[in-house]
């Protein structure tokens, strides 16, 4: 990317980490070493969201080995919309990434999602599981639960997007700093409100493909999304139908 400023900060990633002690150091220094073969100017903002394992301990050993990490966090488990958007808030990029840090999508999409967005002059891009060209390793319960999110989402917002929570997206940075100061929803529909206000400033936003290897339905797993996280999730949905009712 041209940047005119070559002292600016390029592309700032937010990665918010929950117990994921066990492979967050690793992650973060292979999302790194990933970045740093299309982005000279770049850092990695990893948000530790009161994490009950060793993950804030974990983020700080890999920013101890690579400049280019920022260990961040808080003591209370606060939701992952707070911690993107606490993220949001110390980012310094032009371009800013979100990015979920089990690495189930891999952080060499950005390098293409950033040409879309120049060659389309798209302010957000978002990886989508429904793009044509995806490749999806993705339970069948999991594909049936996203396309019936889907067809809510487009009744109650009339939004032009086939998938709003995968969860790698790129913005503008002068597009999600406004945005992120303004929502009000701190759990996994933050996505939502963050693309409906979007929708509603007249944004540009276009899906890209993704490849996905998912690994979360393993019952051991305390990262797993739970079903009061699910049941949280429409309530919320309904929240945001509430606040940007027009």
């Given at each position: 990317?041209n940047?005119?400023?070559?002292?600016?900060?390029?592309?700032?990633?937010v990665m918010?980490a929950?117990?994921?002690?066990?492979?967050?150091?690793?992650?973060?220094?292979?999302?790194?070493?990933i970045?740093s073969t299309f982005?000279?100017?770049?850092?990695?903002?990893?948000?530790?969201?009161?994490?009950?394992?060793?993950?804030?301990?974990?983020i700080?050993?890999?920013?101890?080995?690579?400049?280019?990490?920022?260990a961040?966090?808080?003591?209370?488990?606060?939701g992952?919309?707070?911690?993107?958007?606490?993220?949001?808030?110390?980012?310094?990029?032009?371009?800013?990434?979100?990015?979920?840090?089990?690495l189930?999508?891999?952080?060499?999409?950005?390098?293409?999602?950033?040409?879309?967005?120049?060659s389309?002059?798209?302010?957000?891009?978002?990886?989508?599981?429904?793009?044509?060209?995806?490749?999806?390793?993705?339970?069948?319960?999991?594909?049936?639960?996203?396309?019936?999110?889907?067809?809510?989402?487009?009744?109650?917002?009339?939004?032009?997007?086939?998938?709003?929570?995968?969860?790698?997206k790129?913005?503008?940075?002068?597009?999600?700093?406004?945005?992120?100061?303004?929502?009000?929803?701190?759990?996994?529909a933050?996505?939502?409100?963050?693309?409906?206000?979007?929708?509603?400033?007249?944004?540009?936003?276009?899906?890209?493909p993704?490849?996905?290897?998912?690994?979360?339905?393993?019952?051991?797993?305390?990262r797993?999304?739970?079903?009061?996280?699910?049941?949280?999730?429409?309530?919320?949905?309904?929240?945001?139908?509430?606040?940007?009712?027009k």
């Amino acid at each position: 990317m041209n940047e005119t400023n070559t002292s600016q900060i390029t592309l700032s990633v937010v990665m918010p980490a929950y117990n994921e002690g066990r492979q967050i150091c690793e992650n973060l220094l292979t999302t790194s070493n990933i970045l740093s073969t299309f982005v000279k100017r770049y850092e990695i903002i990893a948000v530790d969201d009161g994490s009950q394992d060793d993950t804030a301990g974990q983020i700080k050993a890999a920013a101890a080995k690579d400049s280019h990490i920022i260990a961040t966090g808080y003591s209370d488990n606060c939701g992952k919309g707070h911690a993107i958007s606490f993220g949001i808030g110390k980012a310094r990029g032009a371009y800013i990434a979100f990015l979920d840090s089990d690495l189930e999508l891999s952080p060499g999409l950005l390098k293409s999602y950033l040409k879309i967005m120049k060659s389309q002059n798209s302010d957000i891009v978002i990886g989508s599981k429904q793009h044509p060209e995806s490749k999806l390793d993705y339970p069948l319960t999991r594909k049936i639960m996203s396309y019936g999110y889907y067809l809510m989402l487009k009744l109650m917002f009339h939004l032009d997007v086939h998938d709003t929570q995968t969860g790698i997206k790129l913005f503008r940075s002068s597009v999600i700093k406004p945005i992120a100061k303004n929502l009000t929803t701190d759990g996994y529909a933050f996505d939502i409100e963050i693309l409906v206000a979007a929708n509603r400033q007249g944004c540009h936003i276009t899906e890209a493909p993704i490849e996905l290897h998912y690994s979360r339905d393993d019952a051991n797993d305390g990262r797993r999304i739970k079903m009061k996280d699910i049941i949280k999730v429409f309530h919320d949905t309904i929240a945001i139908k509430k606040k940007y009712k027009k």
